[in-house]
């Protein structure tokens, strides 16, 4: 039973992170393909958010197989919870600021502070990606000798 356990707990882990990490990594993968191809750097900055039901899919099976080992639970916890909520507090800003309806042109300190929130929103996604591989390497650590009793 305890095996069982154990697989199921590794098997979330892994999904969890391959999830989390491919809307990081994947605008720079097409970035590096366009350019071999075009000859110029194109960089989707907007995939991140995009790709954001994966990062929820990932994000949930992390804090599953955090709350089973019993590691990484702060890091990747408080990350999920940011991650879930960034998008949200991107939108409501554009909607404030009028950039949601083109009532507002995308420049000066509106458009920053909306291209703020998905920047946070991307760095939260990648620090619960790197909870994963920190909740990974503790799940493949070799379990310490049992001690000898006297």
């Known amino acids: 039973m305890k095996n069982t356990r154990r697989i199921l707990t590794v098997i979330l882990a892994i999904t969890g992170t391959s999830l989390v990490?491919?809307?990081?990594?994947a605008p720079l993968f097409f970035g590096l393909g366009s350019?071999?191809?075009?000859?110029?750097?194109?960089?989707?900055?907007?995939?991140?958010?995009?790709?954001f039901p994966l990062v929820l899919a990932g994000g949930?099976?992390?804090?599953?197989a955090a709350i089973r080992a019993r590691a990484q639970r702060k890091l990747i916890g408080w990350s999920f919870g940011f991650?879930?909520?960034?998008?949200?507090?991107?939108?409501l800003l554009a909607m404030a600021t009028g950039l949601a309806s083109g009532e507002t042109e995308p420049n000066g300190w509106?458009?920053?502070?909306?291209?703020?929130?998905?920047?946070l929103y991307a760095l939260a996604v990648a620090l619960m990606g790197v909870g994963g591989l920190l909740?990974?390497?503790?799940?493949?650590?070799?379990?310490?000798?049992p001690e000898e009793s006297r």
């Open 21 to 25: 990490w491919l809307p990081i990594l």
């Open 35 to 51: 350019l071999t191809q075009a000859r110029a750097f194109h960089f989707d900055y907007l995939m991140p958010a995009e790709l």
């Open 60 to 64: 949930l099976a992390l804090v599953w």
């Open 83 to 91: 991650a879930l909520v960034m998008p949200f507090v991107g939108q």
């Open 110 to 119: 509106p458009w920053a502070l909306v291209l703020a929130s998905l920047g």
């Open 135 to 145: 909740l990974l390497r503790d799940l493949f650590r070799p379990a310490p000798p």
